[in-house]
């Protein structure tokens, strides 16, 4: 293994793993749930609080301002009188103060503008405060005043509003709440929430794991099996499981494996066929030229005969490559532009051009193409396509055989035939005469000068332009080869040569 494979197939660091990706997206996606999980609720229920707690404070201020704006002034003895007949309700701390701000009433004082205490011989001069609070400020200029926030625990909740006597301001009513209890409620739903929390992350990063390292085996198996078929092994295949993409791209990978293996076999078998057929006119070459070397009594007459031999050789191993390269170009190359072709001018000029081999061999050609077949092709293509068959049927004949050629219509196809009455194809080389290099008589093959390779550049020929081929037996003697192409039908802007 050379470098270049053995860098391809380094092993991947886990954070840069396909693997590591998609459990790290998976928490990260849950990661984002679960901040909103332990936000949302929190600050909903939070803001629910305080909207409870704003509608229930000003309600219980307006209940106490209305009960002591009968007063026409605000004394400390009127305002004590009438906020001990009203209930606290649970509030910490209850304020009424005067419009100077001075303080007249404050709950959480018990002798707040009452009798003295027995022990007490003289009464004490009561002590006198003002509230500067901003809230009791605010409520003296005549606006209703509520602040919440919630820290340590606990929902610290205050409320003024002024007390109106016929439009004017009085006074203004002071209530504070401490509630520890709503805030144990919070705190409660945000433990709960973080325990739920904990609970799922540690769910989604078994899962994640499990998950991704599921989807990336299948993934890895593709790898694994990518990096099989690159050595060579074409017969590898994978099992798909499932419905999904990963089972659809198994399934590419086999049949993308099966073209391969089928590519890699026809490959080995050419090259083989090829160094078969080019090894014997090398061998004979090479053979003629030592018995001329070797022989220095050699006489003249013998070593002509000789070096035609040679020639003869030489010139076969220039068609072996003129096919070879042939078929090359029509593996690599794309189809070359298109148009219509009369198919009876180019049946007449392949049988011009192959009457004198036919006058040598002493075989009789007839044609008749019928005028008016169109194809879609190029006029060389279908040329090289007529030429081989022609000159097929031609080789493969008796003296004084026999070679049929036409063209006719049939239906929507335009079909080219060729037959002869020469020695014929075995039923059961039928399917084989196509195959590169491949004979049904050797020994005629080669003294006629054939490659093995005519009908292949048929065959291939006639697929780049959506035709077909097909060989089969004549009776009473010789073969017929037929070729098919789809009818030329004409667009109303395309103009026929």
Not at 40 to 50: G, I
Not at 65 to 73: D, G, K, N, T, V
Not at 229 to 239: A, D
Not at 313 to 340: N, Q, Y
Request: with cysteine; aromatic share 8%; hydrophobic share 40%.
């Amino acid at each position: 293994m050379d470098g270049t494979e053995k860098r391809g197939r380094k092993k991947v660091p886990l954070f840069a793993s396909l693997q590591m990706k998609y459990a790290m997206s998976y928490l990260v996606i849950f990661a984002v749930v679960l901040v909103l999980m332990n936000t949302y609720p929190v600050m909903a229920s939070q803001e629910l609080l305080f909207t409870s707690k704003r509608d229930s404070l000003k309600s219980q201020a307006a209940v106490m301002a209305s009960a002591l704006m009968e007063l026409e002034s605000l004394s400390a003895d009127q305002v004590v009188r009438v906020m001990n007949m009203l209930d606290n309700m649970g509030l910490t701390r209850i304020l009424v103060t005067d419009p100077a701000g001075l303080i007249l009433y404050d709950s959480t004082r018990d002798d707040w503008g009452g009798t003295p205490p027995p022990e007490q011989e003289e009464p004490e001069e009561p002590e006198y405060r003002y509230a500067l609070y901003q809230e009791i400020v605010t409520a003296l200029r005549g606006n209703d005043v509520f602040y919440s926030r919630y820290s340590d625990k606990v929902f610290t909740s205050t409320a003024a509003c002024p007390i109106v006597y016929r439009g004017m301001v009085i006074g203004a009513i002071y209530i504070l709440e401490v509630d520890e209890a709503q805030g144990a409620l919070l705190l409660s739903l945000q433990q709960n929430l973080r325990n739920i929390s904990l609970v799922i992350a540690a769910v989604t990063v078994v899962m994640s794991t499990l998950f991704s390292k599921i989807l990336t085996a299948r993934i890895a198996a593709l790898l694994s099996a990518i990096r099989i078929v690159g050595e060579g092994e074409y017969g590898h295949r994978l099992q798909p499981a499932g419905k999904d993409e990963l089972a659809q791209l198994a399934e590419e990978f086999n049949q993308l494996t099966d073209r391969l293996q089928t590519t890699e076999e026809v490959r080995r078998r050419f090259v083989s066929d090829a160094s078969h057929e080019l090894k014997t006119p090398l061998a004979s070459i090479q053979l003629l030229s030592d018995s001329i070397l070797q022989n220095q009594q050699m006489d003249q007459e013998t070593v002509r005969d000789f070096v035609n031999d040679i020639g003869e050789e030489a010139r076969r191993l220039t068609r072996i490559t003129e096919h070879l390269l042939a078929l090359t170009r029509l593996d690599s190359l794309p189809v070359e532009k298109t148009g219509p072709v009369d198919v009876a001018g180019v049946v007449e000029r392949a049988v011009n051009m192959l009457l004198p081999v036919a006058d040598t061999a002493g075989v009789t050609i007839q044609s008749a193409p019928r005028p008016g077949c169109l194809i879609r092709c190029t006029t060389d293509d279908l040329y090289q396509i007529c030429f081989n068959l022609i000159e097929n049927a031609i080789k493969y004949n008796f003296a004084g055989g026999y070679v049929y050629v036409s063209a006719y219509k049939d239906g929507d196809q335009i079909l080219i035939e060729v037959a002869d009455t020469g020695i014929g194809i075995p039923e059961e080389d039928l399917p084989k005469v196509f195959n590169r290099f491949y004979r049904v008589d050797k020994a005629r093959s080669r003294a006629a000068g054939g490659t093995g390779l005519g009908l292949s550049i048929v065959r291939d020929t006639v697929r780049r332009h959506d035709g077909w081929v097909t060989a089969r037996r004549r009776n009473p003697e010789g073969s017929i080869f037929t070729v098919g192409f789809p009818q030329y039908v004409p667009d109303p802007e395309e103009e026929i040569p």
